[in-house]
């Protein structure tokens, strides 16, 4: 993921909190993926207007992290979601 591209969640994919379980999925048509506490915080921040950059940098001042590892955690997510169809990339 480039830090230009901007993320988006594609049409039928949606963020959906579990009442039963008690935590977020992200749910696509017959599929669902369970979402920890940094997937979730990743996932709240896609619009589909701010570019992979803003994101990333925003993360970073909102938990205090190093700016490198919001950017290699946060790549490497996307990236496995983008390769499951959970998520579009506009380049």
């Not at 993921?1 to 909190?17: E, K």
């Not at 992979?52 to 940098?57: A, C, K, R, S, V």
């Not at 700016?67 to 790549?75: C, F, G, K, L, N």
């Amino acid at each position: 993921m480039q830090v230009s591209d901007i993320p988006a969640l594609p049409r039928g994919v949606r963020l959906h909190h579990d009442r039963v379980r008690d935590t977020w999925v992200l749910l696509a048509p017959e599929r669902a993926v369970t979402l920890d506490m940094v997937g979730h915080a990743i996932l709240t921040e896609v619009d589909g207007i701010r570019t992979f950059g803003d994101i990333t940098n925003g993360l970073a001042e909102k938990y205090n992290a190093p700016v490198a590892q919001i950017v290699e955690d946060s790549a490497g997510f996307l990236d496995a979601l983008r390769n499951r169809r959970f998520l579009d990339v506009i380049a």
